[in-house]
C-alpha cells in the first residue's frame, strides 16, 4: 500500500457540488472513493491517494472466469475495503492503518463472477451471494467465524443489511430478518420484494416500476404486512433510483446515475420530494468503485473501458 497526496484530485463529500479542498484537520481521513487505473487506488477524504498494487482486478488466467472483473467493495462508512489480493487469490479486508483479514479461505479468485460479496455498513459483516442462484458465505468478521446458510438450505436471496448492521434480510417462501447469528427475529409472507431495511428493523423499502427504470417506491412493515401508498420519487428528468437504502436516522437515500458522475439523495416517503446531498463527478478511470457499493454497479465501468492484466 503506497500513499500519495493528490489534493486537487479530491472532490469533498459535502452537501451540493462536491470542490478540490483538504478536509478539515481534526476530521479522520475516510474513503472517498476507489478507482482503476494502472492499479486499484483509494482516494481519501483528505485529498491522499493510496495505491493498492495488491489488489486483483482481474481474474487470473488459471481460474475458469479468467479476465472477469474482480470485485473491489468499500463498506458504507469508508473505513473498510475490500479485495481479492494476488498473492494467495484470498478475499481480504483492511482499513487504511489496519493489515489484512481473511474473510474465507472458502471465497478464492476461483469464485469469481461466481459469487458476488456484499458487506455491511460498518465492514463487519460479509454475505455472498451466488450464480446458483442462492447465497454463499455468511462471515462475521467482529467473531471470526464464517456460518452457515441459515435453515441448512443456500436457496434464499440476499436483500441486505440494515445500517446498524445488527439485521440480515432474505427472501425464501417468507421474508425473513435475520440477526448476525443467522437467528430469525421475523417473517412475512408477502408477494412485495423489498430492498433495503431500516434500522428499526421493521420498515423495508420497495422500489415499484420495471428494472431499471425505478421511479417510484412504497413502505413495506413487516410486522404488519402492510404497504404504504406508491409514491412517485421526484428525481430529475432521466435519473432513475439506481440504488436505495436507509440512513443511521431512518431516511430513505437514493442513488442515481448523472451524465457526469453519481447524485445522492435524501427522499421524503411521504412526498417522493428529494433533498440534494451532494454530487460526485465521474474520475477519468476504468472502474470506480463508492462506500457501500455492491459489486460493480451501474456506474462502475466506464464504457469501452478494460483494465489489462
Known amino acids: 500500500m503506497r500513499f500519495r497526496t493528490a489534493l486537487g484530485t479530491l472532490l469533498l463529500l459535502t452537501p451540493g457540488t462536491l470542490i478540490a479542498q483538504p478536509a478539515a484537520a481534526a476530521t479522520p481521513a475516510t474513503i472517498a472513493y476507489a478507482q482503476w487505473t494502472h492499479t486499484w487506488e483509494l482516494v481519501l477524504t483528505n485529498g491522499d491517494v493510496v495505491e493498492l498494487p495488491e489488489a486483483l482486478a482481474k481474474a487470473p488466467d488459471d481460474v475458469v472466469n479468467a479476465g472477469e472483473w474482480a470485485p473491489f467493495l468499500i463498506s458504507g462508512d469508508g473505513r ?8 494467495d487469490g484470498l478475499f481480504v479486508e483492511r482499513t487504511l492503518n489496519g493489515k489484512e483479514r481473511v474473510v474465507s479461505r472458502n471465497l478464492t479468485t476461483a469464485s469469481i463472477d461466481e459469487e458476488w460479496p456484499l458487506v455491511s455498513y460498518d465492514g463487519s459483516y460479509v ?11 455468511f462471515a462475521d468478521l467482529r467473531k471470526g467465524k464464517v456460518l ?34 443467522l437467528r430469525v427475529r421475523m ?44 409514491v412517485t420519487v421526484r428525481l430529475p428528468r432521466g435519473q432513475y433510483i439506481d440504488d436505495l437504502d436507509f440512513d443511521q436516522a431512518g431516511h430513505v437515500i437514493v442513488r442515481s446515475r ?31 468503485v463508492l462506500p457501500g457499493d455492491s459489486t460493480y454497479e451501474a456506474w462502475t465501468i466506464k464504457k469501452g473501458r478494460t483494465p489489462q492484466k
Open 148 to 181: 452457515p446458510p441459515p435453515g441448512k438450505t443456500d436457496a434464499w436471496g440476499f436483500i441486505g443489511f440494515s445500517q446498524d448492521g445488527k439485521r440480515l434480510m432474505l427472501a425464501g417462501d417468507r421474508l425473513t430478518v435475520f440477526d448476525r447469528g
Open 187 to 230: 417473517r412475512l409472507k408477502t408477494s412485495l420484494d423489498p430492498v433495503a431495511l431500516a434500522n428499526d428493523h421493521v420498515t423495508s423499502a420497495v422500489t415499484v416500476g420495471t428494472y431499471p427504470k425505478y421511479r417510484k417506491l412504497r413502505m413495506l412493515n413487516l410486522r404488519t404486512g402492510r404497504a404504504s401508498s406508491t
Open 80 to 87: 473498510h475495503f475490500f479485495y481479492f489480493r494476488k498473492s
Open 258 to 288: 448523472t451524465k457526469t458522475g453519481v447524485a445522492i439523495y435524501r427522499v421524503s416517503k411521504a412526498t417522493g420530494k428529494v433533498t440534494p446531498l451532494r454530487t460526485i463527478a465521474r474520475p477519468d478511470a476504468v472502474l470506480w
Open 127 to 137: 454475505v455472498t451471494t451466488t450464480s446458483a442462484p442462492g447465497v454463499g458465505i
